[in-house]
């Protein structure tokens, strides 16, 4: 629903966000009794002293509320509810755990006993179960197959920057839409932003040049969004459609904040093959479920490991299943925070971003409907990927232009057409049948600059 | 959030008081990269008002109106960025724990036996006055009636050499009226969003539904 998103900015409320915060444990409390079969009384408080093995849900946190850079398996503690521990707080001592990966604003299940009152002695991590995955019915599939002619869906995603650091030259945007146009012609295009990044150095230092093609020149950052780019934009063909989805550092955006308010479409003056979706958003094309989040977390989350197994694996990898085990888009909290130094001699640092974390409405960044969706694309700082974890698809774009204005990358993913006879299609047995999508059979995802 | 004890009412405090503690707007140079706090129509070392939009006086170059709008912009943001770091601290003054973390029971405190009450540090009340401030130096009026908070005390060492006459500011914030109204637009477009200035009348009266 995206009137949700449509909240006032700048009014956190202190209790407002402490409420979501003790929510987000007692959500989980639920679906770990459900999924592992076990009653509430075999549920109870970590931060006393007690004879017996007991099992506790809570938030991972630092033992210390200063506690400040990395974290690790000696500095870590569990935050619990209202309800199960007036919400104190217990050291975790996981020496007898030989394989975790823990993160500050995880939400965990553990079983251990706090024998002494000070530490909570964790004898088993319980792994908190993956959401269900999108169905669709016989009816719906076909549908869709009819709604494509061509035998697969190809969707295009970028990611902004789009502007480089040292120049606003929109040559590489020019040459990617002519190759839209002419060469890869895809059903849909996604972009996130930033498109005008209020941290570009030349933005915040003001020092950007005129531009020599303009008769009158851009007053505002908004104006050189509607008088350089959005003539760009609105030589896409209009067939196809394109999906804009905003970040917070995103000037053309008044809601700086995560979760964000979409963009304003009319404004912007771009054509009805535009849709402004909100951030994070999830979508439907055609039959498979996009799930869309414009904030770095697979540069934020930095786990605390411990084994061999764990850490012989993919940190992408990792990251992906706790997204999808939080069933949030960024289960991290406090979300990052980005410094500059301001002067050298003092060792004085400036805000500059963030990851905004509106959190009173931090519920609209969970899994809608509580169901994975089949794609989820999460642009990043980080070089590309696409990964399935999960059979999700996870897709990174990278960025579309370098620092220095060098190339970028994009993705391309085409979907084959859904045939209910070829087998790609897992039929669920229900009182109506229903399938499984399987995107991640029937997806290829090609990463090009 | 909480109604801080007893005050005058909001609107009836000068801006004086409401902008005693705001961060002032720096503006830096794209010519010359100098640096300098940027306070309306008034008389300064670094720079001056002319008839044709904002001049830095070391290098002499002339601002676009671009040049001033997006460090505006930038600023704006990165205290609305800063505000949403959401840093705490505690009003305790023995134990003035500053963190970002939250209890559950959000004002308590998270240190030990501390019976403090947690607050933001940056509080969306600062925020507000915040733009308010910079919605003020392109205040057309203000600028006129000169009634600017002013950047410099006697005494500071760049307090300004030379001083404005009345008739010159009245006349220069005429000439300047565009530039002041593009960026006047700028903090409003942030001020339309901020949910400080708004009643909400659905919590207030929710308790009839």
Redo the contacts between chains.
């Keep these: 629903d995206h009137k949700k998103y449509k ?9 407002d ?3 979501v ?2 929510e987000q ?1 007692e959500i989980f409390s639920k679906i770990i009794q459900k999924h592992f079969n076990l009653s509430p009384s075999q549920f109870s408080d970590p931060t006393i002293q007690s004879q017996s093995e007991i099992y506790a849900v809570g938030r991972v ?2 033992d210390s ?2 506690a400040e850079g990395r974290l690790n398996t000696e500095s870590l503690a569990l ?4 309800v199960m521990g ?2 104190r ?1 217990v050291r975790l001592d996981l020496k007898k755990v030989e394989e975790l990966s823990m993160f500050s604003g995880q939400i965990v299940a553990l079983k251990g006993k706090n024998a002494n009152g000070e530490y909570f002695l964790v004898d088993e991590i319980l792994p908190l179960p993956y959401p269900d995955a999108p169905v669709s019915t016989e009816e719906e599939i076909s549908e869709s197959q009819e709604s494509l002619e061509a035998e697969s869906m190809k969707v295009i995603i970028t990611s902004g920057p789009y502007f480089a650091e040292d120049s606003i030259n929109t040559d590489l945007l020019l040459d990617f839409v002519n190759r839209l146009n002419n060469d890869i012609k895809p059903h849909v295009l996604i972009m996130f932003g930033p498109f005008i990044d ?2 570009n150095p030349l ?6 040049p ?1 531009f020599p093609n303009l008769k009158i ?8 969004f509607i008088k350089v780019i959005t003539p760009i934009l609105r030589t896409i063909n209009p067939l196809i459609q394109v999906i804009l989805i905003p970040c ?2 995103d ?1 053309i955006s ?4 995560y979760p964000q308010d979409s963009f304003d479409r009319k404004y912007l003056q771009l054509p009805k093959n535009f849709k402004c979706f909100s951030n994070p958003s999830t979508f439907q094309l055609n039959e498979a479920f996009f799930g869309c989040s414009n904030i770095d977390i697979f540069k934020d989350l930095v786990e605390t490991t411990k084994g061999g197994l764990t850490f012989s694996r993919d940190r992408f990898d990792r990251i992906s299943e706790h997204i999808l085990q939080q069933r949030r888009y960024y289960p991290l909290f ?2 990052k ?1 980005r410094e500059i130094l301001a002067s050298k001699e003092k060792k004085i640092y ?10 009173p409405y931090l519920g609209l960044t969970e899994f809608v409907g509580n169901v994975a969706p089949d794609v989820m694309i999460f642009p990043s700082e980080l070089p590309c990927f696409a990964r399935v974890v999960q059979n999700v698809v996870i897709i990174n774009p990278g960025r579309f232009i370098k620092h220095k204005g060098g190339r970028g990358t994009f993705a391309q993913l085409s979907i084959a057409k859904p045939d209910l006879n070829d087998g790609r299609l897992t039929k669920v047995d229900n009182d109506e049948p229903v399938y499984l999508h399987n995107v991640w059979k029937r997806a290829r995802i090609d990463l090009s600059t | 959030n909480s109604i801080d004890s007893l005050q005058p009412l909001e609107t009836t405090i000068s801006d004086m008081e409401r902008f005693a503690e705001v961060a002032l707007l720096e503006l830096s140079c794209p010519n010359c990269n100098i640096e300098f706090p940027f306070g309306g129509i008034i008389a300064s070392n670094y720079y001056q008002m002319c008839y044709n939009g904002l001049q830095c006086k070391k290098c002499e170059h002339m601002f676009t109106p671009l040049q001033i709008s997006s460090q505006l912009e930038s600023c704006i943001r990165s205290h609305i960025s800063l505000y949403y770091a959401g840093w705490l601290t505690c009003d305790d003054s023995t134990c003035g724990n500053a963190t970002r973390q939250i209890s559950v029971f959000g004002k308590r405190c998270l240190n030990d036996g501390c019976t403090g009450v947690m607050r933001y540090r940056y509080s969306d009340k600062q925020l507000y006055n915040q733009l308010l401030y910079f919605g003020s130096l392109f205040d057309r009026e203000k600028n006129k009636n000169q009634e600017l908070k002013p950047l410099y005390l006697t005494g500071d060492s760049d307090f300004p050499k030379d001083s404005l006459k009345e008739s010159s500011i009245r006349a220069l914030s005429e000439q300047n009226r565009e530039l002041l109204e593009v960026n006047q637009g700028v903090v409003q477009k942030y001020l339309s969003d901020c949910g400080r200035r708004y009643v909400d009348m659905g919590s207030i009266f929710d308790f009839m539904v």
Excluded: C, Y
């Design positions: 909240f006032r900015t700048m009014r956190q409320n202190l209790l966000a402490s409420d915060l003790d444990i946190v630092p509320p200063n935050e619990t509810s209202r007036i919400g707080r209020v941290t933005i915040a230092k003001g020092s950007i005129s020149q851009p007053k505002t950052l908004d104006e050189i917070t550092r000037a008044k809601h700086a904040s406090p979300g925070t400036k805000h500059i971003a963030g990851a905004d974390l509106e959190i």
